[in-house]
């Protein structure tokens, strides 16, 4: 299955979400995590792969990391 070595805090499940919600509801999100805490978010939306990323480093969070499985894209963010 994954070979993550980080163990998510919580899991925002996005898939079926057309953009930009997969990337707005991870800003909504992380705020309400500690620091430290990652967040695993799942999105099939294509365009994800650029803006969650983005999104999550311009507000100063950590991209630990991203994998693509076929259309589904798992990020790994933490704050």
Known sequence: MSDT?????????M???PCPYPAVATLEAMPSLQP??????????????NNIPLDARN???EVLEIQQDGPTIRYLIRK
Not at 36 to 49: F, R
């Open 5 to 13: 070595k980080y163990l998510p805090d919580f899991r925002l499940d």
């Open 15 to 17: 898939l079926g979400e």
């Open 36 to 49: 430290g805490q990652i967040l695993e978010v799942v999105s099939d939306c294509p365009q994800s792969i």
């Open 59 to 61: 507000h100063g969070y």
